[in-house]
């Protein structure tokens, strides 16, 4: 079964442009979450999707946005980048909300803003 | 999502046991355990979860206090390939799917 595939792996933009990360869970899973992480934050989460909803939301700002689709592929788009958005952005997926099923991640998608 | 308390760096052998504290003192009935790692600019792994009872499986064993307010992931024969941030999770029945990272445990394995 293959796992949670993320692209691009590496991208380079400058300031003041936007971004389209991709997201493809595991074959049979249906919620897809979005996490970013830096060396001074750490690990932190952006929002997740289940049945193409947006069911929860972290603490950025509203330039960072996602979608899911109905095959359960998700989408994240950061608009008018800034320095501070560098940083891997990690996907998971899990086949649905229940408090006792694992998560699995991809290896993520490193952004450089320059 | 309850907190929890790791300790910033361990070291270990290669060939022994890694035993790798967690506390978590708030922790709720309907709480799970989860322990995650990450090997330097790769995703999070998953290795384990538990409610209330020890846990084992092929990469480590979970063991949870009787009170439920700390834990121990145990990697039972560590590799030079086990050196990665280890994250202990409390994860709360909340509807979502979301974790709480905190700053995890860096644990180094020499030969």
């Known amino acids: 079964k293959a796992g949670v595939t993320q692209t691009p792996r590496y991208l380079i933009k400058t300031r003041g442009q936007q971004v389209t990360l991709s997201c493809s869970p595991i074959?049979?899973?249906?919620?897809v979450s979005w996490y970013q992480q830096t060396p001074g934050q750490g690990l932190q989460f952006l929002f997740e999707?289940?049945?193409?909803?947006?069911?929860n939301k972290g603490n950025f700002p509203g330039r960072f946005s996602g979608r899911q689709f109905s095959n359960s592929r998700s989408e994240m788009n950061v608009s008018t980048l800034e320095l501070g958005d560098s940083a891997l952005y990690l996907c998971?997926?899990?086949?649905?909300?229940?408090?006792?099923?694992?998560?699995?991640f991809g290896s993520g998608t490193q952004l450089s803003v320059l | 999502d309850a907190k929890t308390t790791q300790p910033p760096s361990m070291d270990c052998a290669e060939g022994r046991a890694a035993n790798l504290p967690c506390n978590h003192s708030t922790i709720s009935g309907n709480e799970y355990v989860y322990w995650y790692r990450q090997i330097h600019s790769q995703g999070p792994q998953y290795i384990i979860h538990g409610l209330k009872n020890n846990e084992t499986n092929e990469m480590a064993s979970l063991i949870i206090t009787e009170d439920r307010k700390s834990s121990t992931l145990i990697l039972p024969h560590a590799t030079l390939r086990d050196t990665a941030v280890y994250y202990c999770i409390v994860r709360v029945d909340s509807g979502y799917s979301t974790l709480t990272f905190g700053k995890g445990t860096m644990l180094l394995v020499s030969p």
């Open positions: 074959s049979g899973h249906r919620s």
């Open positions: 999707y289940f049945s193409e909803t947006q069911r």
């Open positions: 998971a997926s899990s086949v649905g909300l229940a408090t006792n099923e694992k998560l699995f």
